[in-house]
């Protein structure tokens, strides 16, 4: 291991250019602004090979895989080496990119028994570009990945076309504290008191209907302010809709915001 700690920034997407690779840039800058050494990489260099799921289980006692990976390898020292992790994916159908799947399978198989990465900052970004649906389910994996691994993560940013400026800035800002994070690292003394940091974050636990109010939300606030009124349907009464039990008519509600709300940016661009 080298002596000067980074904190380490990853780029899950085929396109290095993309979206992903910006709300990577700016939780890295804030990072740096907190006086962090900071790395950027991108996965799309490092496409790590699927898991084999070999028996026996070497490499749990070896700590690295049986068969010859060089790019899970190099992967695995940049992320036990780093002082903190910033994660960021594209989401596919409201889930990660396949190299960050094939490396979040890897790590598991030889280093989560072990519990190396323990205590380590950790923060989740997801791009859901196209629709914006799946903004939420995106990062799942990544946290689920962060909650195995036993790292100390924080609250992650889940971000779409409609507010992608407004999540650079939430980036940033989630950057900065984990670059203050970074100086020193507070390992959990116990699975539970892991179990319940997961839980008391933003996100992680909402369920679909959560999800899609969220969207429609963030759709409706990126619509010009003349043409709001062309908004069909109210999300005050689906609210009102879900607290009086009728789940199924909140959802269809929401999805009319959505929809026209999605319609009417799209027209704008």
């Not at 790395?39 to 084999?52: F, N």
């Not at 914006?132 to 779409?160: C, E, N, W």
């Not at 043409?227 to 009102?240: E, F, N, Q, V, Y």
Request: proline share 4%; with cysteine.
């Amino acid at each position: 291991m080298t002596e000067k700690k980074t904190v380490l920034g990853l780029v899950g997407s085929p396109n290095p250019d993309g979206l992903t690779n910006q709300l990577v840039t700016a939780a890295l800058d804030g990072a740096q602004e907190n006086g962090a050494t900071i790395e950027k990489l991108q996965m799309s260099e490092y496409v790590v090979d699927p898991c084999q799921d070999c028996l026996p289980w070497t490499c749990l006692q070896t700590l690295e895989c049986k068969y010859n990976d060089e790019n899970f390898e190099f992967l695995n020292e940049k992320i036990l080496d780093c002082s903190a992790l910033i994660l960021g994916t594209p989401v596919y159908w409201w889930d990660t990119s396949a190299m960050v799947k094939y490396l979040i399978l890897k790590m598991f198989r030889v280093f989560a028994m072990s519990g190396p990465l323990n205590g380590l900052p950790a923060l989740g970004l997801a791009i859901a570009g196209g629709s914006g649906t799946g903004l939420v389910s995106g990062l799942k994996p990544v946290y689920h990945f962060f909650q195995i691994m036993r790292m100390r993560a924080i609250d992650p940013v889940p971000a779409t076309r409609f507010d992608f400026d407004k999540a650079l800035s939430k980036a940033m800002e989630q950057g900065r504290q984990i670059g203050k994070m970074s100086e020193s690292r507070e390992r959990f003394d116990s699975w539970e008191e892991c179990l319940l940091r997961y839980d008391s974050l933003r996100y992680i636990g909402d369920d679909n209907a959560s999800e899609i109010r969220l969207v429609a939300e963030l759709a409706a606030e990126a619509v010009e302010s003349e043409r709001k009124c062309d908004i069909s349907g109210d999300l005050a009464h689906a609210d009102h809709l879900a607290t009086s039990g009728k789940v199924l008519e909140s959802m269809t509600e929401t999805l009319k915001v959505y929809q026209s709300s999605a319609g009417l940016f799209g027209k704008q661009q």
